[in-house]
């Protein structure tokens, strides 16, 4: 499957932004997908994710409140409406999908990735 991520830009704190990330080349239904973000200097780290069965999301502890994933398996779209912006939320984010029964927390459990968004929050 093929992944493209779009919908980052410059924002002021407290502002919001909508990802989306488009797939294509498979059946997009079966693959759990998940948000990631790298800041400079530092690991690529869990965001966000949707298990392919979609029980809901789960989110990484310093997004949750504020962050929002979805998915539309028939536009083959997901998406990450992130409200609330601080300057920490600086990154460059990422979707990633995988055919996996569970919602992988760490970025090895991936094997599709888009091509990175930027997302610059001021303060």
């Known amino acids: 499957v093929q992944l493209q991520a779009s919908g980052g830009g410059l924002v002021q704190a407290g502002g919001s932004l909508r990802l989306s990330c488009a797939a294509s080349?498979?059946?997009?239904?079966?693959?759990?997908t998940g948000w990631f973000r790298q800041a400079p200097g530092k690991e690529r780290e869990f965001v966000a994710g949707?298990?392919?069965?979609?029980?809901?999301?789960v989110y990484a502890d310093s997004v949750k409140g504020r962050f929002t994933m979805s998915r539309d398996n028939p536009k083959n779209m997901v998406y990450l409406e992130m409200s609330s912006l601080r300057p920490e939320d600086t990154a460059v984010y990422y979707c990633?999908?995988?055919?996996?029964?569970?919602?992988?927390?760490?970025?090895?459990?991936?094997?599709?990735w888009g091509q990175g968004t930027q997302v610059t929050v001021s303060s």
């Open positions: 080349g498979d059946t997009f239904s079966r693959y759990t």
């Open positions: 949707v298990s392919w069965y979609d029980r809901g999301p």
């Open positions: 990633a999908a995988n055919r996996i029964l569970v919602i992988g927390k760490v970025a090895s459990q991936y094997n599709y």
